[in-house]
């Protein structure tokens, strides 16, 4: 996986993508215009960070149903919306997809630059938090079906003891999966292991959600 942040510019005005395509490279930044959501689509690769600078309308897809597509790719980008079109409903159905800001043209170059600054650290934060829940998850699996069991009990707040009777087996059999557990999982403690839990149980949920 490449480390280079890139700004992805999307916006089907020409004279717009040369225009900022210039301020952000005189501003340090290495930027990759396209024409379409298509064009980007095509050319875009889930594992490359930065982020993508979006116009809202354009003729053959919206900006909104590019935020969309990406969103059910799981893709991590973050994205700042920049349009001479921006009404009230646009604007809160981009934040709520996840969008770092909606400007309006023509934004201030300052501000424009301090975004991106901002959206490229959200992206080295969001990169960090799925590599932390991807090697949760990986813990996680190497759990066998008793120690799955023992896990959920215990994060529930059940004594060995209780947990021994609720799964028929002995008190001291619970301590041994749950010391297994615990180092599989290397959790130091209680917290760290229900903070865990709480990764395994959203990463579940979204899976669902998504029908996979």
């Given amino acids: 996986m490449t480390e280079v942040q890139t700004v ?3 916006d089907d005005d020409q004279g717009m993508r040369d225009s900022l395509t210039l301020i952000l490279e005189l501003a340090g930044y ?3 215009s396209f024409p379409t959501p298509a064009d980007f689509l095509a050319a875009f690769s889930s594992d490359e960070r930065g982020c993508l600078v979006l ?10 149903d590019l935020q969309s597509e990406l969103l059910e ?15 009230v409903p646009t604007t809160v159905r981009a934040i709520q997809g996840g969008a770092i800001d909606f400007l309006e043209k023509p934004a201030s170059t300052e501000r424009l630059l ?3 600054a901002d959206a490229f650290a959200e992206d080295r934060r969001r990169r960090e938090e799925a590599a932390t829940e991807h090697d949760i998850l990986e813990r996680f699996r190497q759990l066998t079906p008793r120690e799955h069991e023992v896990l959920t009990l215990t994060t529930r707040g059940l004594t060995n003891k209780d947990i021994a009777r609720q799964l028929g087996i002995s008190p001291r ?9 615990m180092e599989k ?3 130091g403690n209680l917290a760290e292991l229900c903070r865990m839990s709480t990764v ?3 990463s579940a949920t979204r899976l669902n959600g998504s029908g996979t």
């Fill in 8 to 10: 992805f510019l999307v």
């Fill in 30 to 32: 290495p930027v990759r």
């Fill in 55 to 64: 116009d809202q309308r354009m003729p053959d897809m919206t900006g909104l």
């Fill in 73 to 87: 790719r799981g893709a991590l980008l973050p994205i700042i919306f920049l349009s001479a079109f921006g009404d």
């Fill in 114 to 116: 301090q975004r991106i």
């Fill in 173 to 181: 059999t619970v301590e041994n999966h749950r010391a297994r557990m």
């Fill in 185 to 187: 999982m290397g959790a």
């Fill in 200 to 202: 395994c149980q959203a």
